[in-house]
């Protein structure tokens, strides 16, 4: 029985695929992907040839740390060919062992992100584009795909269009069986398959493990959201584990697919996308799990790994661990003698270089590092016995045939043996692709003719890639060339990828032009090629206004001489979010009314854009004429809201570093947001002045001052507005200090007048200097009035010095009965309209134009971290915005900032009737979320476990849409026609399955 551990792993190696004992068939080696073989490498080893790609790896997850299957190309070895698949030009490389030639390549339509793995005559292969391909090894000829997800349909994902249910589940084979995975989030569906390896036929599959209800990685969340697919399939002999991306892995039965556990909430913060089995355990993230129940057991720590039958070799740093199985006695918690297994320490063996891949051959470590890779001897001598210079980062090997292979992040691939090296081929010089004059002339006239210049553009129907390439190499466009004939494809991607640009700027797609696979709304240019000579379908053209962005997107069809171009206007029914609270009125209610639920994936992408810590409270994503601009640590930036793509940043240095850092103190939700968005302008202030960018381009416009003298002691922006063609902005109160706990912030949420600029001269139109105070969220804009509170300050939200572990002071008697009146200004003019000072309780203004109905409440928050003294809440009321006279004025507890829709308010804690303030029935029961309720007509957004949200026009309750996890306070737009989200899981170590920014769109 001691000898137990060995002969299981011993065992799960036999589950290798019938190839030569000597091959690496799969990666790391075999299906437990232990990254060990027994047959030694040679103990003398040459360069025999470099294989650089054209282009270098491009990752999904650029940013992540805890997601790294795609970091470099990485390879197997079978039958004397060495194959890879590439994440860039989407294609599958098979190359001589022996001499590095090329023997064949194979396209795929997406993104290839894992290795292949060979059984018999044959490998398997996923792709982005949704599904598994077997190829013959001999040729690369297709044997049979299978498509993993129920339709084909293409989405932008990770800055590319590919399927909405890629393959991300790297397949593995054990015995005559290929297993893989199709889909990355939850709520979509994720799709888990065993098929028979000669035939592609489906010998099971589960397809419902993504929508399961669960608990999440926060302690108390609960959520309808199950397993994603991120990672290298592994498996033993009764079970398959799938990683799930920054989460740890789940584990199925191999023989029927039958879900078997993912403990997500009990493993809050650990995991990530790789795993390996080895003894009775798998090890994922420096942690080791027991396979058959996925408890945890040890941490040995993190960093590359191979396992041997006796134990596991571990890069740390410029240091391998070898640390060896051993049983040890205890006694369990009722005191019974039991034997529990570990790893003992056994073995440290200092390097001078960090380690980034390491594998075992024989009784030899082979280790990865920077610009090299090392053979170690980590058993008897210890050192390092055989090094060779690389260029790149090795984060990929492999050892088969007396040869290693090592992968870098650069694309270039290496093979090492005992041999001398081939004879260096001759090859000639690459000639560069030339372009017919007449496409070069067409590209031209496009540019010429239209007025995007980046983006998406899509040809349709097109018989060759030419002009693609021709668009390509004058503008920055992404472009797709949709082909129906499958030999012209395959002929136009060769010509691409001896151009250097195939996948990374064209990639072409083999579909009917007519009824495309792809998402609508998306593409900022849609031509036709084919249109240059003759005339297209009316069907073909039909199709193109589908795809076509809103807001400015173009189609331009036809002969150079008379093209014709149309542009796509503004998406009836959708609103915008230009406020923080949604538009100037505060109603935190887009007006949208198209995005109904249930929500789907419309695009998603990493974004390399720092933004504050979550619990710093930022401020909301704003969305308006098809552009989301959202607030960074050290600028803003914009994206295009309909396929996710970077239009501009803006730097503007120490931006919101207030907020980062900082947990649940003055924030966002005491001071507002420090930028807006206003007709073609996007606004954001920083100290003095206010920054008017354009917001198409994110250039800058002009710097516009606070209208105080710069020697005046008050000098900062505090809010700030849009309205009709003016900027609304206020002078902040320098001296009213409200953090407890946090010394030298700027926010302030307090100010000392009130004014009005002109947005196209910069001129100041009016100012009012209040007779006490204006608080921030103390003022709304809408109906062509302005409407805000002068009141007296609290003294209890004074904070005379901030200090550690500080909390906000007790409430004063004393502040309940501050003066202060409610006012009303013509908005343009600054002219008094009206003015009520009894009863003036409120600290938060938000105004419904349709019904001209003022509402003043205090802030609603649903944690008890911090809150401001004079936020005492319990009560709201409604005033007649034309009058000043109050219409009702009840006791009301809500945890949410009111939500004004139609003539109904809604919020956590009840609903009433706007004109009455009657309550409504309305039950609103989410899990565990500490943000805002964010809505549109039809959608309420919020943070409740995942994503969570209402449709109001079904009756289905709380929704979720899984694997993510929304920001502390608004995170998530409901606007444009979709719902729009930045990351707001900043900083936040919590093993959700993905940190992404994304879009969802509604059901049709």
């Known amino acids: 029985m001691k000898n137990l551990p060995a002969f299981l792993f011993l065992l799960a190696l036999s589950f290798l695929p019938c190839t030569t004992q000597a091959d690496w068939p799969q990666y790391r080696g075999d299906a437990a992907r232990t990254g060990f073989t027994e047959d030694p490498l040679p103990t003398r080893m040459e360069l025999q040839w470099t294989f650089r790609t054209k282009q270098k790896p491009t990752p999904a997850w650029p940013t992540h740390t805890r997601i790294k299957f795609d970091e470099v190309f990485q390879p197997i070895i079978v039958n004397q060919t060495v194959l890879f698949g590439n994440s860039t030009d989407d294609q599958l490389y098979a190359l001589d062992l022996k001499t590095g030639a090329l023997k064949w390549k194979f396209f795929t339509e997406g993104p290839i992100r ?76 994720v799709y888990l398959y065993a098929l028979n390896a000669e035939t592609g036929d489906v010998v099971w599959s589960n397809q419902d493990s993504g929508q399961l209800l669960m608990n999440q990685p926060h302690g108390g969340a609960s959520a309808k959201s199950g397993v994603s697919s991120q990672g290298y399939l592994a498996a033993n002999e009764n079970q398959i584990f799938m990683p799930t991306g920054r989460a740890v892995p789940a584990a199925f039965e191999r023989a029927t697919g039958k879900f078997q556990y993912y403990h997500l909430q009990k493993n809050q913060q650990r995991g990530g996308s790789d795993v390996m089995l080895t003894d009775r355990f798998f090890c994922n993230a420096g942690c080791l799990f027991d396979q058959k129940t996925g408890d945890l057991s040890q941490q040995p720590g993190t960093g590359p790994m191979a396992a041997t039958p006796r134990g596991i070799l571990r890069g740390s740093g410029p240091s391998l661990v070898y640390s060896e199985w051993s049983d040890q006695k205890t006694r369990d918690r009722k005191g019974t003698p039991i034997s529990v297994r570990q790893l003992k320490e056994k073995r440290l063996i200092p390097l001078d270089y960090n380690i980034t891949d390491v594998i075992i051959a024989g009784n030899d470590a082979y280790c990865g590092s920077h610009n090299k890779v090392t ?36 694309g270039v691939i290496c093979c090492f043996a005992n041999a001398k090296p081939p004879e260096a081929s001759k090859n000639a010089p690459e000639k560069p692709v030339k372009v017919n004059p007449t496409y070069q002339q067409a590209a031209k006239a496009i540019t010429n003719k ?42 136009a991607r060769e010509m691409l990828a001896d151009a ?62 008379k093209l014709e171009v149309e542009t796509k206007a503004d998406l009836q029914g959708a609103g915008s979010w230009t406020h923080q609270y949604s538009n100037s009125t505060n109603t935190v209610n887009s007006d949208d009314e198209i995005v109904k639920g249930p929500l789907k994936m419309y695009w998603y992408r990493d974004m390399d854009f720092q933004i504050p810590n979550r619990h710093g409270q930022g401020p909301a994503p704003l969305v308006n004429r098809g552009v989301m601009v959202v607030g960074g640590l050290h600028g803003l930036c914009g994206l295009d809201a309909y396929n996710g793509h970077t239009l501009w940043k803006y730097q503007l240095k120490n931006n919101l570093i207030d907020m980062n850092g900082i947990h649940h103190d003055v924030s966002t939700a005491e001071v507002g947001s420090n930028f807006c ?23 800058l416009v002009r710097k516009i001052s606070t209208p105080v003298s710069r020697d005046d002691p008050n000098q900062n922006w505090g809010y700030l507005g849009y ?40 001129n100041v139109l009016w100012t009012y200097h209040p007779e006490y105070s204006i608080r921030n969220n103390a003022i709304t804009i809408g109906k062509n009035s302005v409407y805000l509170v002068d009141r007296e300050i609290a003294k209890a939200d004074h904070i005379k010095e901030a200090r550690r572990n500080g909390r906000p002071n007790p409430p004063l008697p004393e502040d309940s009965q501050r003066k202060g009146k409610l006012k009303a200004f ?21 105004v419904s134009e349709d019904h001209e109905i003022l509402l003043m409440f205090y802030q609603g928050i649903r944690h008890k971290f911090f809150r401001l003294p004079s936020e005492v ?131 049709e």
């Open 114 to 189: 894992f290795a292949p793995a060979a059984w018999k005559d044959r490998v398997f292969v996923a792709s982005d584009d949704g599904n598994l391909y077997a190829l013959s090894i001999e040729d690369g000829s297709l044997l049979w795909k299978k498509q993993g997800g129920p339709k084909r349909k293409f989405i932008m994902g990770n800055d590319r269009l590919i399927s909405h249910w890629p393959g991300r589940g790297g397949p593995v084979v054990v015995g005559d069986q290929v297993y893989f995975a199709a889909g990355v989030w939850p709520s979509d569906g």
């Open 873 to 1003: 809440g319990g009560r709201m009321a409604a005033i007649d915005a034309k009058t000043g006279k109050r219409i009702w004025d009840i006791k009301a507890e809500y945890q949410s900032h009111p939500v004004i829709n139609g003539d109904k308010i809604y919020a956590q804690g009840g609903a009433w009737n706007l004109k009455t303030g009657t309550p409504l029935d309305f039950k609103f029961d989410r899990s565990y979320g500490c943000g805002q309720i964010s809505a549109s007509k039809h959608m309420m957004v919020f943070r409740s476990a995942t994503l969570g949200y209402v449709d109001l026009t079904r009756k289905a309750g709380v929704e979720n849409f899984g694997g993510i996890r929304l920001g502390c306070y608004i995170n998530a737009i409901p606007a444009g026609g979709l719902v729009l989200v930045p990351d707001g899981s900043s900083q936040c170590n919590c093993s959700y399955q993905m940190q992404a920014w994304f879009a969802l769109e509604g059901s």
């Open 500 to 561: 250097g640009v195939y996948g990374s700027r064209v990639a072409v797609h083999v579909a009917d032009p007519e009824h495309l696979p792809y998402s609508k709304n998306f593409a900022n240019l849609v031509i036709c090629s084919t249109s240059l000579e003759r005339k297209v379908s009316p069907a073909l053209l039909q199709e193109a206004r589908r795809i076509q962005r809103p807001y400015g997107g173009q189609l331009c069809w036809g002969p150079v001489e």
């Open 677 to 699: 968005l206003g007709g073609d302008y996007a606004f954001v202030c920083k100290d003095a002045f206010c920054h008017q960018i354009e917001l198409k381009t994110g250039k």
């Open 723 to 762: 309205h009709q063609g003016v900027i609304y902005g206020t002078v902040s109160n320098d001296a009213h200090y409200t953090s407890p706990r946090y010394k030298g912030l700027k926010l302030r949420n307090e100010s000392v007048l009130f004014f009005a600029i002109d947005a196209n001269t910069g």
């Open 826 to 846: 013509q908005a343009k003019t600054g002219k008094d309209l009206w003015e009520e000072n009894q009863d003036v309780f409120g600290t938060q203004l938000a």
């Open 450 to 491: 239209t007025d995007v210049k980046t983006g998406i553009c899509v040809d349709l129907g097109a018989e060759n890639a030419n002009l693609a390439l021709a668009l390509a190499r004058q503008t920055e466009f992404q472009i797709y060339v949709v082909m129906p004939d499958k030999a012209k494809a395959n002929e």
């Open 375 to 410: 053979g170690v001897d980590y058993k008897a001598q210890a050192n390092t016995w055989w090094s060779h210079e690389i260029e790149g980062t090795v984060r990929g090997l492999a050892a088969a045939e007396e040869s290693l292979v090592a992968s870098t992040d650069q």
